[in-house]
């Protein structure tokens, strides 16, 4: 095949659709890091969010007969939702019960999503995300 | 003395001069916006962990400012859409000319807006899938229109990038031109404009000529040029050169200029100048907490709850009402002050609405720079993170976040820097005009355009220096 005066392997083309076919499958959901359904209840504390201010997150787990899961390491992911900021991440401190909190300091007014993530003692994964906004005007929290 | 002629330089010359130069800068921008894709679509759903947020709307927008301002238009050079489009050509060619009556930039400008208000009202810098969308969108519209139409159509008539591009890279320090008039004087051929023919057969094109309509002996300027080298390709006396000049300098210019014709009676092309000049505001005031409260005012005041009417008005005032008041009011003040020997006052308006171009960039840069200079670094954690989800181990290593680029605070003098920049080209520009249109009281008939370029300037300081408010976030729930 010949493009532009270049000639083109056409065995190359095939072998780049086939590694663009993996690299859909292989960054497809289906692919990704199993998740447990244990979904951290999350409360933020204070309720209304403001930019610079301290916040307490506080995580509480349970499964699914609502037996508190202690013994997880925890850690909150908190991002801006535009690209190109650092996320702020902070380890969570277990304080009893399923009970885990961590403390952030959201530095920028603006929507927030925070990612839980963290892994139980007998290994089943915990990936959560949920949206807070931050404000310097009229505080929130969705 | 010999002007610089970038392709007469030994290594990056000789390179740019190279026939599949371009197509090797297609290939990667290719790669590059199959990644954009495919992770905006199939990977995280948070936008600083995906590839195709972080890539657009960090890298992506900043690069290309960097290159208008350092260089010249070489996005448009590197445009994927041109290649796929290439591609289709090859099995269906097209055959049916652009409408004439559409030969204008008026829908282009309408498209430009669009996809501003949608960049707005869908966040969709916070949203990966959207933002995968939106460039197959690019390529699905570069490759529908350009197989029904021949030439560059879309690149000329609608990209909104070509647009942004073309607008921004007057004040680019590059431009092809010829290097010896006297030479195309005397050439029958116009394989610049015709391209290059097979001499058995001349309906078959062996090197294509400028698509855009740009025929080299008489074209002014970098409007509507994409730096694609076809011309360089097509002239048989290696007689077009990449050649250094005074930036901004083509704004003042009066002749007809191949493929565009005179400036002052384009009300199309000074209308995308001045959009793009107060949407640089625009765009950068968005991002801002004052942005919100303004708002939120607007939705009070017009009784209304849906957040696109409010934003919708936004526009309005920003990209009519403002440049209707500041362009009018300082036209209105030249023409009295060249007792209207230069015009009427729409004619003046015309005329020095280019003159804000530079000043336009200078905000552009300042605001996509910011994003670029802070979060440069970000592209690596992004990759790492992209890795473990590939391969379920950290390949490249465990995600390094706390890799961003510049402070904030840091960014903010070169920011300034950058308005200040753009402000002095506004007014040099301004001034050149009222010297060539106004020779008898030059510096008093570019007075009203000096405050307008000082009043956005400082409107333009302000906004970046507000505290940065994002609200959108991609993500259900």
Known sequence: ?142 | MRPVDVLRWPVVGRWLRWKHARTSIQVVLLILATVVVLHGLFGPDIAPANLATVLTWVHYRGLLVVALLAAGNFFCTGCPFVLVRDLGRRVRPPTRRWPRFLRTKWIAVFLFVAVLFAYEYFDLWALPPATAYLVLAYFGAAFAIDLIFTGASFCKYLCPIGQFNFAASVVSPLELRVREPDTCRTCQSHDCIRGRRQPAAPAVVTQRGCELGLFLPTKIGNLDCTFCMDCVQACPHDNIGLMWRPPAAELAELQRRSGIGRLVRRKDLAALAVVFTFAALLNAFAMTAPAHGVQAWLTEVTGGTSEAMSLALLFVIALGVMPLTFIGTAAALTSRIARHSAGSVSQVALRYSYALIPVGVGVWAAHYGFHLLTGALTVIPVIQNAAIDMFSRPLLGNPLWQWTGMRPGAVFPIQVGLILLGAMGSLAVAYRISESDQPTRPGLSTLPWAVVTIVLATIAVWTLSQPMDMRGVGLAG
């Open chain 1, 1 to 142: 095949m010949e493009f532009q005066g270049l000639r083109l392997d056409t065995s190359a083309l095939k072998l780049l659709i086939v590694l663009a076919f993996c690299a859909v499958c292989g960054c497809g959901r289906g692919e990704r890091i199993a998740a447990d359904p244990i979904e951290p209840h999350v409360t933020l504390t204070p309720r209304e969010l403001a930019a610079g201010v301290a916040t307490v997150a506080t995580l509480r787990l349970q499964d699914s007969s609502r037996r508190p899961l202690s013994g997880a390491e925890l850690q909150v992911q908190a991002f801006m939702s535009h690209p190109g900021m650092a996320p702020l991440i902070v380890t969570a401190v277990e304080k009893g019960d399923g009970v885990y909190e961590a403390r952030l300091q959201l530095t920028m007014a603006g929507d927030w999503i925070l990612r839980v993530t963290g892994q139980l003692p007998d290994g089943r994964m915990i990936d959560s995300s949920f949206k807070a906004q931050v404000s310097s005007l009229k505080p929130n929290v969705e």
